[in-house]
């Protein structure tokens, strides 16, 4: 089904605040067209199609967060897939990088199914939540620093919402990992100093600026086919980190 939203130039920083609630943030995102570049990338992409896909009608817009709304656990990528995401309407679907993902999910009895093929397949997530600091599909998958910054009110807001029950924090990547900790700042946690460092494994405890419980962060290369074809992140090392971080965030992860 399709999220319903009027398509907005206006900034996400002057959006956000009509919102009052995940889901009404989620159909705002969907019509957002604050960033020129990556709007005209993605209804590119869209119009000219890879061979593959040519009998398909692309999404070609921006894609929400995907998950429940009361999740513990929060998957962060980089930006939609142009043929991926920006087709299927759904983020980490159509493409090698989610086919890894949930597959992992779905050992771990995070996910319904194994496979993630377009927006309304069926699939569901249990206690985890997948989301992206940018929410267009960028050219070569590099969006820029303004464009990161412009999106960030979005993912905000999301983490607020979620804060109640969030409580393990996954970043897939460095751009991930850099794009979230200003994000998990302006949300309401405490950023150590010095900032810690992303590598696959990283951990750190991020306290709450309140009352609140500490959240936990953890880094992950990001499920990219350059890095899994490579066999620098291998489909157990995926298992791994996320069976750790679900078990962190209070999840019952099962053993693959």
């Known amino acids: 089904?399709?999220?319903?939203?009027?398509?907005?130039?206006?900034?996400?920083?002057?959006?956000?605040?009509?919102?009052?609630?995940?889901?009404?943030?989620?159909?705002?995102?969907?019509?957002?067209?604050?960033?020129?570049?990556?709007?005209?990338?993605?209804?590119?992409?869209?119009?000219?199609?890879?061979?593959?896909?040519?009998?398909?009608?692309?999404?070609?817009?921006?894609?929400?967060?995907?998950?429940?709304?009361?999740?513990?656990?929060?998957?962060?990528?980089?930006?939609?897939?142009?043929?991926?995401g920006n087709r299927t309407g759904r983020i980490f679907t159509g493409d090698p990088s989610g086919d890894l993902l949930y597959a992992s999910l779905h050992r771990l009895g995070l996910a319904s199914q194994p496979h993630s093929t377009w927006r309304d397949d069926g699939l569901e997530l249990f206690g985890v939540r997948i989301t992206d600091p940018v929410r267009c599909a960028p050219p070569e998958n590099k969006p820029t620093n303004t464009e990161r910054?412009?999106?960030?009110?979005?993912?905000?807001?999301?983490?607020?919402?979620?804060?109640?029950?969030?409580?393990?924090?996954?970043?897939?990547?460095?751009?991930?990992?850099?794009?979230?900790?200003?994000?998990?700042?302006?949300a309401g946690w405490q950023v150590p100093r010095p900032r810690p460092q992303f590598t696959h494994g990283a951990h750190a405890i991020l306290p709450a600026t309140d009352d609140g419980p500490p959240l936990h962060l953890y880094g992950c290369f990001h499920v990219s086919p350059r890095n899994t074809y490579t066999g620098r992140l291998t489909p157990t090392m995926v298992d791994d980190l996320l069976r750790t971080a679900a078990t962190t965030a209070g999840l019952n992860p099962t053993a693959p």
């Open 1 to 84: 089904m399709e999220l319903p939203s009027e398509p907005s130039s206006a900034l996400p920083s002057e959006l956000v605040g009509r919102v009052h609630g995940l889901a009404e943030l989620d159909e705002l995102v969907v019509g957002c067209r604050a960033c020129p570049r990556l709007v005209e990338w993605r209804e590119e992409a869209a119009r000219v199609k890879r061979r593959a896909f040519q009998d398909q009608d692309y999404w070609a817009r921006p894609i929400p967060g995907f998950g429940p709304t009361d999740a513990r656990l929060i998957l962060v990528g980089l930006a939609p897939a142009a043929h991926g």
């Open 149 to 186: 910054d412009t999106c960030r009110p979005w993912i905000v807001r999301e983490f607020e919402y979620l804060r109640p029950t969030v409580r393990a924090v996954v970043a897939l990547g460095g751009f991930a990992w850099q794009a979230v900790l200003p994000a998990l700042a302006a």
